[in-house]
């Protein structure tokens, strides 16, 4: 115990005197939470938009269908007023109103071109662009389908339509915000987490130093216990931050047991902490475990459902999942923030963190070796 | 027949390691006695870091025994580690920490109460003028203080043996001169001491020596003894003669 203590120690000397490890810690939690919440935000694939549909008729059905079906495009509303959909792009809850003519189905029979109007919210220039061109696509779609359609000849099916009224709980407003806090914050703790550890341990090994540890009677676990219990407090302590961060300035909810939260963030941490232990003991030097160390987070983060719902990747990606730590934790912020999920509906990611941390550091004492 | 050495603090009797095919160390046998400096010499890639790295249980043999302070080197490594100090070529002081930190880290994991751990610090410093540089960062500090440093830490713990493997590669004469006398301080208290190390000035100052060509001892006797047999005037004719044999 008492050689754990001196351990400690030295790790927080060295900790705070590292000139790069501090802003690390205290710096890239408030860049990262600022810069990726917002750079990671994909709300062009939830474009609002609103319907002025004076024509009412297949044809007119079947372009506004066309956009249904576009994965960009949420239809938040009709209306029957040009005026009362454009307070609506005012307003903010509409990025795009489509206004179709009267008699559009009627012109296009009689040969004429009938002009559909778009009218974008064009605050970001950026997301107006994008509007425009994903737009601009489906109605060149939809123009090739009405030219064959009218080469058949005109059929006068009506289309029924059966209205879906939609109510988005846990995020009843779409925050993406709100969705990608709570991610982000995941890949905070875990880069600071795993890449700190791996390099800490691997610099010691270039260094030279932990030979001499070796030859000290420094038992194995308390050399690991010495270097995880430094990293896992900077992580909780950057997961507190990152939550604060997310709470003040993207009012991100937090709805479950902090206590809860903490102790998944801690088991999680153990996972992660001993993954980059394993890593930093099966490479020599820091470019090497660097690079080991980007290669395995850029995979999990990829697969972890940040930007895209596990539920849509194919089948043998969620199975990949299961082992994916990322996944879980993600997964687990979200319910515990945003849903306020308890306990038993976490108990399976509970068991699987739990056990995969037991795993990863009995593997790495085992592995780390004080003889060559 | 009596076993003159059955007091010897270092038992080595035919001690191999093989990387592959490559024989690093073969067949090593020797003894040293307690408070004696024994040089364990050779040219690079002789195979000295390897067998010292056996001794302190960093490594362990293919073939063959080895006992340091009674402990086998295959099963006891960690009670050999309790009994020894070690300092290598790189001389593993923690760069971004103090002098005394170092000192307090070191003397700390060898579970030194605090009080005795206090007192020795003050005294190597004052012993080695570096009081007042004691929160003086490692890396601020120059090579040949660093050594010298290494070396008290490496005993700081008053261990049974202390290993040097190159501890004085590239300083002045000077300081290694000032170096060795912290050495003859070391054995008065009855530390042993094992030393590698390819600065044949150095050999002279050993008790005895052991030359080792290829993985093997060559020769193993006092300097004095050395010399007289091939019939050099100094340690580094008898190595020249010794390595040119092969």
């Not at chain 1, 790790?11 to 990671?40: D, G, S, Y």
């Not at chain 1, 993406?176 to 905070?188: A, D, E, R, S, T």
């Not at chain 1, 939550?243 to 809860?260: D, E, M, T, Y």
């Not at chain 2, 020797?30 to 400096?37: G, H, N, P, R, T």
């Amino acid at each position: 115990m008492r050689t754990i203590l001196f351990l400690l120690q030295k790790e927080f000397i060295q900790i705070f005197r590292n000139k790069t490890m501090l802003p690390i810690i205290f710096i890239m939690p408030l860049v990262q939470m600022l810069v990726l919440v917002f750079a990671a935000n994909l709300e062009m694939k939830n474009i609002k938009m609103k319907l002025v549909d004076f024509d009412n008729t297949a044809t007119s059905q079947e372009i506004v269908s066309k956009f249904k079906a576009s994965p960009f495009y949420n239809i938040i509303g009709y209306s029957y007023s040009v005026e009362e959909a454009q307070n609506s792009l005012i307003d903010n809850s509409a990025d795009l109103v489509m206004v179709i003519p009267p008699n559009l189905e009627q012109d296009i029979l009689n040969g004429q071109s009938p002009k559909v109007q778009l009218l974008i919210d064009a605050i970001n220039g950026m997301t107006a662009g994008l509007i425009n061109s994903y737009s601009s696509m489906i109605m060149l779609d939809v123009n090739k389908d009405i030219a064959i359609e009218l080469m058949k000849f005109s059929a006068n099916q009506q289309l029924k339509q059966i209205s879906i009224k939609q109510r988005f709980w846990y995020n009843s407003g779409l925050n993406y915000k709100h969705y990608m806090v709570p991610g982000i914050i995941v890949i905070l703790v875990t880069i600071i987490g795993m890449f700190l550890t791996a390099l800490n341990i691997v610099s010691e090994k270039e260094f030279g130093t932990i030979e001499q540890i070796n030859v000290t009677p420094i038992r194995k676990y308390q050399f690991i216990l010495g270097k995880l219990i430094p990293f896992l407090l900077v992580g909780l302590f950057d997961f507190a931050l990152g939550l604060f961060i997310g709470k003040l300035l993207f009012g991100v909810p937090i709805r479950g047991s902090l206590f809860l939260l903490f102790s998944f963030a801690f088991l999680y941490l153990v996972l992660v902490l001993g993954i980059g232990l394993l890593l930093s003991i099966i490479s020599d030097t820091q470019q090497q475990v660097m690079f080991l160390t980007f290669f395995i987070t850029l995979v999990f983060v990829l697969m972890s459902g940040l930007f895209t719902p596990i539920e849509t990747m194919p089948l043998w990606a969620q199975r990949v999942n299961i082992i994916n730590p990322f996944a879980y934790f993600m997964k687990v912020n979200r319910m515990i923030l945003l849903k306020g999920s308890g306990f038993f509906d976490l108990i399976r990611e509970f068991l699987y963190i739990g056990i995969y941390g037991i795993i990863s550091i009995v593997v790495a004492i085992r592995l780390y070796r004080k003889t060559s | 027949m009596v076993d003159k050495y059955q007091n010897s603090i270092i038992k080595v009797r035919g001690l191999t390691k093989r990387f592959g095919k490559f024989t690093a160390v073969d067949n090593l046998n020797f003894d040293v006695s307690q408070s004696e400096i024994f040089g364990f010499l050779g040219a690079n890639g002789a195979g000295k870091t390897t067998a010292i790295k056996i001794l302190c249980g960093l490594s362990s043999p293919s073939e063959g025994n080895a006992e340091v302070a009674g402990f086998d080197v295959y099963k006891q490594t960690e009670n050999i580690k309790k009994n020894i100090g070690y300092m290598s070529q790189s001389f593993s002081l923690y760069e971004d920490m103090t002098i005394v930190e170092n000192i307090r880290f070191y003397g700390g994991i060898y579970g030194m109460p605090l009080t005795l751990l206090k007192e020795r610090t003050n005294h190597m410093l004052n012993r080695l003028k570096m009081t007042e540089y004691a929160n003086k960062l490692i890396k601020e500090i120059p090579l040949g203080w660093k050594q010298k440093l290494a070396f008290s830490v490496a005993t700081l713990h008053r261990p049974k043996i202390v290993f040097l493997d190159e501890p004085t590669g590239g300083v002045d004469p000077i300081t290694r001169r000032q170096f060795w006398d912290l050495i003859y301080e070391a054995i008065d208290i009855g530390i042993t001491v094992f030393v590698t190390t390819h600065y044949m000035d150095e050999a002279e100052y050993c008790h005895r020596v052991s030359i080792m060509v290829d993985g093997k001892i060559a020769a193993l006797d006092t300097p004095d003894n050395l010399k007289q047999q091939y019939n050099a005037k100094s340690m580094n004719e008898v190595f020249l003669q010794l390595a040119r044999k092969k």
